[in-house]
């Protein structure tokens, strides 16, 4: 199967939660480091409410997962670098989301 792209790097395979596309194009565009943000699973949860809050979880093969959480509900984003986690952590800050 073939997944739609936004801006060649962004893949859409499942919609977005509010307010967390706007943040990962402006991370892409800030970062030419990360080659893919592959946004996944969403799931209902009690305490994603107010700013877009990321959290960089588990290395992967190819790069980081990390959870975003927004307008509440909690989404996996497979993010394909080479940067460390707190490399990654200080661009998503500079994009716009809080750090968790």
């Given amino acids: ?24 194009e402006e991370l892409l565009t800030a970062t ?8 996944g699973v969403i799931r209902p949860v009690r305490d994603a409410r107010g700013k877009v809050k990321m959290r960089v979880t588990v290395p992967t093969q190819n790069g980081w997962k990390a959870i975003a959480l927004s307008a509440g509900a909690r989404q996996e984003l497979f993010i394909s670098t080479d940067l460390t986690q707190e490399q990654l952590e200080a661009a998503f800050a500079k994009a716009g989301a809080v750090v968790a």
């Fill in 1 to 24: 199967m073939r997944l739609r792209t936004a801006k060649d790097r962004l893949k859409i395979e499942h919609s977005i939660i509010d307010g967390v596309r706007p943040i990962l």
């Fill in 32 to 39: 030419p480091e990360i080659r893919s943000i592959i946004p």
